[in-house]
């Protein structure tokens, strides 16, 4: 007899596709916990050490005279992934024509940027921050180019296909007018590919604010050298004051690229002369 | 001096279908040259060797005296203006802006950099699209604008060009009757007033005995009409549209058209 509750499918059970994923993931799940030491009663047996972690940070009032400092150096945070980001995007929007299939001048030069950007990629921020450092010496310089050179792999990764998406019909419009290799694609492809190039934009800014706040700890730059410090030194009551500074920022930057996007994307955006 | 030579122009596909199977074929300066045929026939693929969108297989192309080839494209394309089925603007640039891309092949990149224009190609724009009764629209997006007027816009791109010919592939297969005859009497009278050669792919028959001045029937990739609109027999069309071999394909469509209604 068939039961009443049916999956949507010939005999009523849950497809094997999906049981057989579940059960593979979990098998994984059980052979590598003891691999990386995940141990969930090591875990309880120490939430007391983890609440007197927490109380620790509440012990002593806030640190009013530190809050000159930290804005400071929540500024400077701002600041380079700001000029990071900036820069970046100057240079991810020739490279992400180059890159994209569908407007790089030879197949190889195509091919050739994407595997340049994709090294950009490779490293996370804190990595190109420690080349840096090393090579230019400490300070927020190390890590503006530690941001800028990951944000150019991403950005121009996200340009390039955002380009190859565009509408053929315009392209070819334009190109029958007998316009140039560089016109088809400022007058045809671009204005396309625009407002998803603002979206980009400010999604990598939001994550380069979350970036610019690591990268101290490796003496690039910003919040990050505070932080490390106050870990090291125990010195609790600072270390919660940055977290909530840091929290405050990213969400405000949040919110505000949250705002712009919605008006560059349904606000009608690119209408140059009206 | 004739508009467009094509001599013995073959078409074949890295797909291996062959569109066109050899067409010499004479646009002279002037006229009003109408391309017929079913879908299929390879009209789009002969309109769009004449301004090297496609590249023949084999045979040549010259245009005005000038053969097309890889160095002279560019220059041979600035004087021929093209119309598309799809319009093919740039829908978020505004309209002014789509019909100064035609003078983009007279000017260097580097001042279309900044989107400069100089104001004789302002003055050529105005005019353009004051032929085509657009000057109201000309800060508009032109994805703002309704098919027809699309169109007309697509028509003001090509006249900025200065063209001596228009090619127009399938112009009204987008729109309805009424704006279908607007765009048509509009390529008829830039025909006839400035002298500017029309090539247009039409596949109705109605639009084709009314507005060419020649008629040249396509069918299977090869010219097997040609003359002017007294001379196309029903004889003449049967032979165009017969496609025996997907006869039967065709009542198969109608069946399940009527089963699905």
């Not at chain 1, 400092?69 to 020739?94: C, F, N, Y």
């Not at chain 1, 890159?99 to 940027?113: L, S, V």
């Not at chain 2, 009209?43 to 045979?59: A, D, I």
Request: aromatic share 8%; net charge neutral.
């Amino acid at each position: 007899m068939l039961p009443k509750l049916r999956w949507p499918t010939p005999d009523g059970l849950p497809p094997k596709a999906l049981w057989m994923t579940l059960g593979g993931v979990l098998l994984l799940l059980a052979l590598s916990t003891p691999l990386v030491e995940f141990n969930l009663l090591f875990l309880i047996s120490k939430l007391d050490d983890l609440f007197m972690f927490i109380v620790r940070m509440f012990e002593k009032p806030p640190p009013l005279d530190y809050l000159p400092q930290l804005a400071e150096k929540m500024l400077e945070t701002l600041e380079m992934a700001l000029i990071a980001t900036v820069l970046a995007a100057i240079i991810s929007l020739p490279m992400g024509v180059l890159a994209a299939r569908n407007a790089t001048p030879h197949p190889w030069i195509g091919q050739i940027t994407r595997d340049l950007l994709s090294f950009f990629r490779a490293l996370p921020e804190l990595v190109w921050a420690l080349v840096f450092v090393s090579a230019i010496g400490l300070g927020p310089l190390p890590g503006i180019l530690a941001i800028a050179v990951v944000s150019i792999g991403f950005m121009a990764k996200f340009f390039a296909e955002s380009i190859e998406v565009v509408d053929t019909g315009p392209v070819e419009g334009v190109r029958a007018t007998g316009a140039g290799w560089f016109q088809v694609r400022y007058f045809a492809m671009l204005p396309q590919a625009l407002p998803d190039f603002v979206g980009t934009l400010l999604y990598v800014l939001d994550h380069n604010i979350r970036a610019a706040t690591v990268l101290g700890i490796v003496g690039a730059g910003g919040i990050g050298f505070d932080l490390i410090n106050s870990i090291r030194y125990f010195e609790f009551e600072r270390l919660i004051v940055i977290l909530l500074a840091i929290y405050l920022a990213v969400t405000l930057v949040d919110r505000l690229s949250d705002a712009l996007r919605n008006r560059v994307i349904h606000g009608g955006g690119y209408r140059h002369g009206s | 001096m004739s508009a467009i030579v094509m001599n013995n122009v073959v078409k074949t596909y890295p797909n291996g279908t062959a569109a066109v199977k050899g067409i010499n074929l004479t646009i002279e300066p002037g006229s009003f040259t109408v391309i017929l045929g079913p879908s299929g026939a390879g009209k789009s693929t002969l309109l769009r060797m004449m301004n090297g969108l496609e590249t023949p297989t084999s045979g040549t192309v010259t245009v005005h005296n000038v053969p097309l080839t890889r160095n002279t494209l560019r220059k041979v394309r600035r004087g021929i203006g093209m119309v598309f089925q799809q319009f093919n603007l740039v829908g978020r640039l505004n309209v002014m802006t789509n019909v100064l891309t035609g003078r983009l092949a007279y000017r260097s990149w580097l001042g279309s950099m900044l989107h400069l224009f100089r104001k004789e190609d302002f003055d050529i724009a105005h005019e353009a699209l004051a032929r085509v009764d657009l000057s109201d629209k000309a800060w508009i997006r032109a994805d703002q604008l309704s098919g027809g007027q699309q169109q007309r816009v697509g028509i003001a791109r090509a006249l900025a060009q200065k063209p001596r010919i228009i090619l127009a592939d399938e112009p009204v297969a987008s729109l309805d009757p009424l704006t279908s005859a607007e765009v048509l009497d509009l390529l008829k009278a830039i025909c006839k007033t400035d002298n500017i050669a029309v090539v247009a792919n039409l596949h109705q028959v109605e639009y084709t005995r009314q507005y060419a001045d020649r008629i040249i029937g396509i069918s299977g990739g090869k010219i097997i009409f040609d003359g002017p609109p007294a001379a196309l027999t029903d004889d003449v069309i049967e032979a165009l549209y017969r496609r025996p071999e997907i006869a039967t394909e065709k009542t198969d469509v109608t069946q399940a058209t009527l089963a699905y209604a």
